[in-house]
Structure formats: C-alpha cells, structure tokens
C-alpha cells in the first residue's frame, strides 16, 4: 500500500486502521473468542496480503531456477530474484553487489564469523592478539559465533557492558576500541530491552583504529530508517521474517570490497567459476557466498514488503512506533508488580518492552495474556546475559509494529494487571 506523502509525521489512527485491512491474520479470534492483539512482532512479524500474493503469482506463473535456463521461466525468475536484491540493497543503503541471501540473519553472522577465522580472508584474518569487541546486550546469534572465532583464532572476546538504565556503558570505550581490536560486533537495536545503540560512533572508533564493525540489524531494519553506508558499518544482517517478509530469508549486507576480500564459507553449485577434478576457482561476490540453490520465491515476497515498507514510510513508522512505546511505558509504569527490564523511557529504543512480573513466572504471565489474546514473548529471548545482567532468568515481551493500535496495548496494560490477582500474589 501508499500512504500519501502529505500525511503527518506518524501514522494516525485511520491510517492504521488501514494498514490493518491488509494483514488477514489480525482479524482472527483466539482462545475462547478473544480478538488477537499480536504483541510479538519481534520475533517474527505478519504478512500483508501484497506480500502473500507476490510469492503466490510467482510460484504460479514464473518458478523456476535461476540463473540456469535459457527458457522462458528461467529467464522470468532470474529476472525476479536479482530485482528483488537491488531493492533490498537500495532500502538498505548498500550497493547490488553487496547484497548477498542468506536463510537468515543467524547465517550471515556465521558466514562472517567463519570467514574471518579462515586465513584466506588476508588483512581481516582474525590471529592470537586480535581483538573481538560485542556488547552485553547482544543476541546469542551475534555472540556465540565470536565466542567459537576467537576460540579457534586465539582471539581475545571482550564486550561492552551494560549501564543499570540498559544503555551502553561507553565510559571505557577507548579502551575496549584499540589498535588490537579487528572488529566490533554489536546489535543496532537490542531485542530485549529495545535499547538503539550509537552505531556510528561505534563504527567511526572502529574505523580509526581499522576494524571492521559488524551490525546485528534485525531489529532495525524493519523499524527504523537504516542506511548502512551512512552509518559507516562495514557490514549488516538482517531477516525477512521480521519485516512483513517470509521466513526462510535474510540478508547480508556488505561493502562491497569487504566481500571481495573474503574467501567462501560454502561451496558447491551456483558459487563456481571453473571446475576440474583437482582446483575450483569461484565467482565474484555476491554469488560467491550463495552456494546451491537459493530463497528465490522468498526474495520476491521480501521485495514485496520491501515495497510496502516503503509505501508507508519509514520515518512514519519509526514516529508511530516511538508513540507506541511511550503508550506501553507509561501503562506499565501503573501495573503494581512490574519491573520494566531495561530503558525506562521512549528516547532512542524501538516499541520492544521486556518485563518481569514480581512473584509470577514470565510463561505464567504469557498464559494468562493469550488467554485475554494478547500474544507476547516469553523466555530468555535468547539473550541469556542480558537477562543475568539485570538479575533475572527470564522476561515478558511485548514489542509492537506498524500494525498496532492503541487499543490494543491498553487491552494489554488491563490484561498484565490481572496477573498478579490470578496467581494470589496481589
């Protein structure tokens, strides 16, 4: 869908309204008759019916292989699936040809990470003595993967921690950043506590001192304006699943002569240039990362909403978002018992809010909130250190979308306000 240009700053009501009548799935019932409030949209988000019927025409009028036929589909699909990498590429300010699929944003990580470790990749082969800078708040995704580099590498791990407000703590941080430090990994927004982070500032102490930085961008990319090249990373991944897009897809986002540089993480079909029984030589990037067959239908629905992103805005969506967090702050600031894991405040954080419960389990509160509708996340959300940060085990979720309505977080207040009650803890 458009939105027209001329429209205020944020979303108003009826434009949701709008919104909504394109995401069948917010119309169903849960429970016992309940009308579905869907507050886990960091997860994964929903699907419009643009982006649904995209990957529907496609698989009825033009599937096929790409890049290995000379008949029509093939043509048809080839044609598609690089359209729909130069639209990505371009939503996300980085250049066609570093634009590399992946099956999610987890791969581009590990293909980074594993790329790295290998001393093919030169200048930017990680040694003993290097230095691996992440954060505290960082999903396992963009943890683990450093964790195993610098173990096979003899590279140090260190990370940024956390102030008690859920910020960065950047008092140290010319300290952390050094002329030992060949890359800085961090989320641009944590999908906890919904904090955003300093990105190009980070990125411009890395850059000093030549190392690459590595953004997290999940819970970015679909919330907020993201242009890669002006906040001067070297690299980002990102997942459709999470921007009205499929599952099954994500991207990895790169300088271009980053890519150039790296060797391949998997070979096979599709990646090759030259092959005998004893050498193989492979293509230049991006289709040297994309090795057997890949997310074609998958990329088409994510140009799709590519597309709808765009329609309705970006900056509009991020000032609608804003106001949805301060809605959702300011309701559970009145719910006895709730403690707010993280900034307390809308500045500078996505419409992300994890909390705990006093006395009551977070799968005991995501029961009693299905039960009114409301789905929400529960768990570690895998980022176990985020929560042993703030000395818990694990939290509740809610994070909100484009497609959220103001009644819909106050049927979410009202519902968390029973939980204590239910469970005899008020």
Same mark, same amino acid.
């Given at each position: 869908?458009?939105?027209?240009?001329?429209?205020?700053?944020?979303?108003?009501?009826?434009?949701?309204?709008?919104?909504?009548?394109?995401?069948?799935?917010?119309?169903?019932?849960?429970?016992?008759?309940?009308?579905?409030?869907?507050?886990?949209?960091?997860?994964?988000?929903?699907?419009?019916?643009?982006?649904?019927?995209?990957?529907?025409?496609?698989?009825?009028?033009?599937?096929?292989?790409?890049?290995?036929?000379?008949?029509?589909?093939?043509?048809?699909?080839?044609?598609?699936?690089?359209?729909?990498?130069?639209?990505?590429?371009?939503?996300?300010?980085?250049?066609?040809?570093?634009?590399?699929?992946?099956?999610?944003?987890?791969?581009?990580?590990?293909?980074?990470?594993?790329?790295?470790?290998?001393?093919?990749?030169?200048?930017?082969?990680?040694?003993?003595?290097?230095?691996?800078?992440?954060?505290?708040?960082?999903?396992?995704?963009?943890?683990?993967?450093?964790?195993?580099?610098?173990?096979?590498?003899?590279?140090?791990?260190?990370?940024?921690?956390?102030? /008690?407000?859920?910020?960065?703590?950047?008092?140290?941080?010319?300290?952390l950043i050094n002329e030992r430090t060949k890359v800085v990994a961090l989320a641009h927004a944590s999908n906890v506590l919904g904090?955003?982070?300093?990105?190009?500032?980070?990125?411009?102490?890395?850059?000093?001192?030549?190392?690459?930085?590595?953004?997290?961008?999940?819970?970015?990319?679909?919330?907020l304006p993201v242009d890669l090249t002006e906040l001067g990373v070297d690299a980002a991944v990102f997942s459709g699943h999470k921007?009205?897009?499929?599952?099954?897809?994500?991207?990895?986002?790169?300088?271009?002569?980053?890519?150039?540089?790296?060797?391949?993480?998997?070979?096979?079909?599709?990646?090759?240039?030259?092959?005998?029984?004893?050498?193989?030589?492979?293509?230049?990037?991006?289709?040297?990362?994309?090795?057997?067959?890949?997310?074609?239908?998958?990329?088409?629905?994510?140009?799709?909403?590519?597309?709808?992103?765009?329609?309705?805005?970006? /900056?509009?969506?991020?000032?609608?978002?804003?106001?949805?967090?301060?809605?959702?702050? /300011?309701?559970?600031?009145?719910?006895?018992?709730?403690?707010?894991?993280?900034?307390?405040?809308?500045?500078?954080?996505?419409?992300?809010?994890?909390?705990?419960?006093?006395?009551?389990?977070?799968?005991?509160?995501?029961?009693?909130?299905?039960?009114?509708?409301?789905?929400?996340?529960?768990?570690?959300?895998?980022?176990?250190?985020?929560?042993?940060?703030?000395?818990?085990?694990?939290?509740?979720?809610?994070?909100?979308?484009?497609?959220?309505?103001?009644?819909?977080?106050?049927?979410?207040?009202?519902?968390?306000?029973?939980?204590?009650?239910?469970?005899?803890?008020?």
């Amino acid at each position: 869908m458009t939105l027209t240009s001329a429209a205020p700053t944020t979303l108003g009501p009826d434009e949701v309204e709008t919104i909504r009548a394109d995401f069948p799935i917010l119309h169903r019932t849960v429970g016992d008759g309940a009308p579905l409030a869907y507050l886990d949209s960091g997860a994964t988000s929903q699907r419009p019916k643009s982006v649904l019927q995209a990957e529907y025409d496609f698989a009825t009028t033009s599937y096929s292989a790409v890049h290995r036929g000379a008949h029509t589909l093939a043509g048809e699909a080839t044609d598609a699936f690089e359209a729909a990498r130069e639209s990505v590429a371009r939503f996300v300010g980085v250049p066609y040809e570093g634009l590399v699929w992946t099956r999610n944003a987890t791969e581009g990580l590990n293909l980074l990470a594993s790329a790295l470790t290998d001393p093919d990749a030169g200048a930017h082969a990680l040694k003993p003595g290097d230095e691996i800078l992440v954060t505290e708040l960082e999903h396992h995704a963009n943890l683990v993967p450093w964790q195993r580099a610098a173990a096979r590498t003899g590279a140090k791990l260190r990370w940024i921690p956390l102030t /008690d407000a859920g910020r960065l703590d950047l008092r140290n941080i010319d300290e952390l950043i050094n002329e030992r430090t060949k890359v800085v990994a961090l989320a641009h927004a944590s999908n906890v506590l919904g904090t955003v982070n300093p990105v190009a500032l980070l990125a411009e102490k890395a850059r000093s001192v030549g190392a690459l930085t590595i953004l997290d961008a999940c819970q970015s990319v679909p919330h907020l304006p993201v242009d890669l090249t002006e906040l001067g990373v070297d690299a980002a991944v990102f997942s459709g699943h999470k921007m009205l897009g499929p599952t099954g897809i994500g991207a990895l986002a790169a300088r271009p002569q980053l890519l150039e540089a790296l060797p391949p993480v998997q070979t096979g079909g599709s990646m090759v240039e030259l092959v005998t029984m004893e050498t193989a030589t492979f293509r230049e990037p991006p289709q040297r990362f994309e090795a057997g067959t890949p997310p074609v239908a998958q990329a088409v629905a994510l140009h799709a909403a590519v597309d709808y992103l765009t329609g309705v805005g970006m /900056d509009r969506i991020a000032a609608r978002e804003h106001e949805l967090a301060s809605l959702m702050l /300011d309701g559970l600031a009145g719910v006895e018992g709730v403690r707010v894991i993280g900034p307390e405040d809308a500045e500078n954080r996505t419409a992300t809010v994890a909390f705990a419960v006093e006395g009551v389990h977070p799968h005991d509160v995501g029961q009693v909130l299905d039960a009114a509708g409301v789905a929400v996340r529960v768990g570690h959300h895998c980022a176990q250190p985020v929560h042993r940060r703030f000395g818990v085990n694990a939290s509740t979720r809610a994070s909100a979308y484009l497609y959220t309505t103001d009644a819909e977080i106050e049927r979410f207040v009202t519902a968390l306000g029973t939980v204590r009650g239910f469970f005899g803890r008020s």
